[in-house]
């Protein structure tokens, strides 16, 4: 996080100082003092990049805006307890969104509010730097972190009279900023306390969200933040639907040592492990991960993760990490690659897109990569088509996503749709499409593979991308690098050796589920051998024939009760034909039409 900027009290001897230099500024002549603050001076170098008017105030209305967002909720208690107190002073209290879009403002003296309306500080208007040049309000927003602008640091005429002191507000469970506090009085009377006083209201406003989250996502940040005050170093807190990653842990780890971090305190949701596990990351440093559950007995579980990073190299040398083309995804093949970065394209632009894709190929892990990498650009919700039977279920969290900007919902499986929920899903983001630029939520749809009998659904009409996912059998190299990939993310301590025989099997077998039939396969080994050598009878019976077809199911059953029989026996043919009640000819004949290999 930046630096926090100090607020000053500005002598008026020093604001002649800065109005001349503002002046010499936009004639692009050397300044002539050091008075103007670098904060301030790199504003209003982003300020005339954005061509900004400097002789008046011009910012723009955006039409049909919501301004009863969950942000001007929160903040509205807190606001009015304050304005209360400032009763009969020439202050403003404003609260506007990640856009820099005032919300809300609130004051306590006529004549101050008559000032800011002819300067339109008023709700629907933008204040973004990029508007109407360097603000409190634009200013908070471009650094990420608390700013104040006190008379003519102003970049535009019209606001020189005024100082505003703004502090980012943050979502307390996702970290995601929402928008910014911002208080303004005239700059005669700012002082050094306008600031701290922006600060502490900011914090306010937080701690209100903190009284809408549920009560599971309350414990798991009060345990995350308590683990923050306690421990120094990385800290995760994760849930099915919220992941916080600590400032510490983005400074010091690269994308992909994060995402696998993720990914292994993900797991710790679901299996047992708890305590200390030793873990290497994909850049060859060494973790140590001590996990805590944040609410035991809750059905929806959450967990905290401290994270101790050794300060030793490791004695032997790390394997080269996988490529990862997004974090926490393994992949160097072509097409993988190609549809990876056409996905990542059209979530950075914006633009709503379309996933296509066999069963577990990893449609909704390519999204949740992107989103990573891009943190804390968006927030996703994911909704399952597939559990969908009233439009309720599809409207509200839509509508909530529309009235948080730069939130985005995936709707998986949208291709099973029941066709009246199709058809109202494609009026809702027919009616999306048409707001204003950057208050429409992004969107994204998974879909089956898409073949020329497949009936085209009507909500790809509203879709301008659509991307093919291609399945593992087309990926041959990532294979073996997504196998020990997987390994590592199920059980660290593990010393499990996958011999050339045991690939050379895995990687002779078709894989129809893709990626998540690698991860189920290698759930089961690791679920019956901790340490030494896989064997080729380790494997599940599916991974030990040469698929020549795609079998039926009664012939996918067949096929299991063969190879069972030969393990059984330790490979005796005539014994696993007695065992199954056919003839030798015929366990020949179904060991060749199966492809079963090492009979």
Excluded at 39 to 48: A, D, E, G, K, Y
Excluded at 55 to 71: F, K, M, N, S, W
Excluded at 194 to 201: D, E, I, K, Q
Excluded at 424 to 451: H, I, S
Aim: proline share 8%; with cysteine.
């Amino acid at each position: 996080m930046p630096a926090p900027v100090a607020h000053r009290v500005i002598e008026p001897s020093t604001q002649t100082l800065i109005a001349a230099d503002r002046q010499r500024f936009l004639g692009r002549e050397p300044l002539l003092s050091t008075s103007v603050r670098p904060q301030i001076l790199s504003s209003w170098r982003r300020s005339r990049e954005a061509r900004v008017e400097p002789d008046r105030v011009e910012p723009v209305r955006a039409d049909d805006v919501d301004i009863d967002t969950p942000l001007s909720r929160a903040a509205r208690p807190v606001i009015r307890t304050l304005v209360d107190q400032l009763d009969g002073q020439a202050m403003s209290v404003v609260v506007a969104d990640l856009h820099g879009m005032v919300l809300t403002r609130q004051s306590g003296d006529p004549g101050f509010d008559r000032h800011l309306d002819a300067q339109k500080i008023a709700p629907g208007f933008l204040f973004g730097e990029d508007r109407v040049g360097t603000n409190g309000i634009g200013m908070a927003l471009e650094v990420g972190g608390p700013a104040s602008v006190v008379g003519h640091e102003h970049f535009a005429d019209g606001l020189d009279a005024l100082a505003c002191a703004g502090v980012p507000v943050s979502d307390p469970v996702s970290g995601r900023t929402l928008g910014v506090l911002d208080l303004t009085c005239w700059a005669r009377d700012a002082g050094p306390l306008l600031l701290a006083l922006a600060r502490t209201t900011a914090h306010q406003i937080k701690q209100s969200f903190l009284e809408e989250v549920s009560s599971s996502q309350r414990e798991l940040l009060q345990e995350y933040l308590r683990t923050c005050r306690r421990l120094p170093g990385i800290v995760i807190a994760l849930s099915e639907d919220t992941t916080i990653l600590n400032d510490h842990a983005r400074r010091v780890l690269a994308p992909d040592d994060q995402a696998a971090l993720i990914e292994l305190a993900r797991e710790s949701l679901t299996h047992t492990w708890r305590g200390a596990v030793a873990f290497e990351l994909p850049s060859g440093r060494r973790a140590t991960l001590y996990s805590r559950v944040a609410h035991p007995g809750s059905p929806v579980p959450g967990v905290v993760v401290h994270v101790r990073l050794s300060t030793r190299s490791s004695t032997t040398t790390a394997p080269a990490a996988p490529a990862m083309t997004l974090p926490g995804l393994i992949g160097s093949e072509q097409l993988w690659v190609h549809s990876c970065r056409r996905i990542e394209e059209a979530s950075t632009a914006g633009q709503w897109v379309a996933l296509s894709g066999e069963p577990g190929v990893g449609k909704r892990a390519v999204l949740q990569a992107v989103q990573l990498r891009h943190q804390p650009v968006r927030e996703l919700t994911f909704l399952e088509a597939r559990a969908m039977s009233a439009p309720a279920q599809w409207t509200t969290p839509f509508t909530a996503a529309r009235n948080r900007p730069g939130h985005g919902i995936v709707l998986l499986h949208a291709d099973e749709l029941d066709p009246q929920l199709a058809s109202r899903v494609a009026r809702d983001l027919a009616a999306a499409q048409g707001e204003p630029p950057g208050l429409v939520p992004w969107v994204a749809l998974t879909l089956g593979p898409v073949r020329d009998e497949t009936p085209r659904s009507s909500l790809l009409d509203h879709v301008p991308t659509t991307v093919e996912v291609p399945p593992l059998r087309l990926r041959p190299q990532d294979l073996e690098p997504l196998i020990r990939f997987f390994l590592r993310r199920l059980d660290p301590k593990s010393q499990l050796r996958l011999p050339p025989d045991v690939m050379s099997a895995l990687s002779r077998y078709s894989w129809p589920g893709n990626t998540q039939e690698v991860l189920t396969v290698l759930r089961d080994i690791v679920r019956h051998r901790r340490t030494g050598t896989v064997t080729v009878d380790d494997l599940p019976p599916a991974t030990r024939t040469i698929g020549r077809r795609r079998l039926t199911q009664m012939e996918a059953v067949e096929r299991d009760a063969v190879v069972q029989a030969l393990d059984s026996v330790r490979g005796d043919k005539a014994a696993a034909a007695r065992s199954l009640g056919i003839s030798r000819a015929t366990i020949y004949r179904k060991i060749h039409d199966y492809g079963i290999f090492g009979a």
